[in-house]
């Protein structure tokens, strides 16, 4: 399930050790700028009256405005912001092949702790079906439960996301919400696209690049280590993306844009974060130390 990123000879080298990406890999072979446009002024883009202030702005403060610390327009009623539901997919392709991941859950943005349950897609290792995997999100480290390859049921596998190479921007088949925009605040340029609908609700298109570097020492304390290993591993700094934001300024969809350079065929990874239903309650207890499994992993093929 782990992405390491291993640098060899200008190419980086992806190697699947763990479930869920080993899954990917397996199905993968693991060895449009439209709309109203925006200017670049000055290293910032900036748009005309149609596209609700400074593009650039809005983006780096979208994951201040999910914590509930970054102003914005108040939400009214009820629908607050802090928490919410979430929906992802990630989708992998490499050599003509496509797999994708699915998940959702719940998040909070201020503790940046979440509950997703995954769905790993059939026959993608040569299997009819596969148990959802529980993954428990947090500052650090990831925890997984029905990993599969060696892991007794019951226990938990947990990951220290500092020390990945690709900071689980990728590993669990999930991009951690918070993480997804917390990339953003690495963007330097932003256009504005248009309006959009989405789930009934209207949101401003933006689109742009983020640098991984920039967001990591942009982004708040429980991000920063994970955006910094995703900087040090990625051998392209540069995620493209496209985010959606309401008029509250609350991101309501993010899609960022990974690409691998394997010693085969390239591997392109899609991953999408859907956010609805903001105010849920989230309950994330973490497994106690008994019932966290530290023998060995099986590891994919290299």
């Known amino acids: 399930m782990v992405v390491q990123q291993h640098r060899s000879g200008g190419g980086t080298r992806a190697v699947c050790a763990l479930a869920v990406v080993g899954v990917m890999a397996a199905a993968a072979g693991c060895s449009d700028s439209g709309g109203r446009g925006g200017t670049d002024v000055g290293g910032r883009s900036v748009v005309d009256e149609r596209g609700g202030g400074d593009p650039l702005d809005a983006i780096h403060r979208a994951a201040a405005v999910l914590a509930g610390t970054g102003g ?3 939400p009214r009623g009820r629908e607050v912001v802090g928490s919410a539901e979430v929906r992802t997919s990630m989708e992998t392709a490499a050599g003509g092949t496509r797999v994708t991941i699915t998940g959702r859950g719940r998040y909070d943005f201020r503790r940046q702790l979440g509950r997703l349950t ?3 897609p059939k026959d993608a290792a040569g299997e009819d079906e596969h148990r959802p995997i529980t993954e428990l999100l947090t500052p650090g480290a990831l925890y997984m439960k029905n990993r599969g390859a060696g892991v007794p049921a019951g226990k938990w596998v ?3 996301t ?5 900071g689980n921007l990728v590993t669990g088949g999930v991009t951690d919400p918070m993480a997804a925009a917390e ?4 963007a330097s340029t932003v256009t504005y696209v248009g309006e959009s609908e989405l789930a009934g609700v209207t949101v401003r298109h933006y689109r742009g690049t983020a640098d991984l570097g920039r967001a990591a020492r942009a982004a708040s304390p429980g991000s920063r280590g994970a955006l910094a290993a995703a900087a040090k591993g990625f051998r392209m700094d540069a995620v493209p993306f496209d985010a959606y934001l309401d008029g509250a300024g609350r991101l309501r969809k993010v899609r960022h844009r990974f690409s691998f350079a394997n010693e ?3 591997v392109q990874v899609v991953s999408t974060t859907l956010l609805f239903g903001f105010g ?3 309950d994330v207890r973490l497994p106690d130390g008994r019932d966290i499994y530290t023998g060995q992993i099986e590891q994919g093929q290299r």
């Open 183 to 186: 990339l953003l605040r690495g």
């Open 280 to 282: 849920v309650p989230v």
């Open 158 to 160: 947990r990951v220290d």
């Open 162 to 166: 500092t020390a990945l190479e690709d």
């Open 118 to 120: 995954v769905v790993l």
């Open 72 to 74: 914005g327009n108040r």
């Open 264 to 266: 085969g065929p390239p």
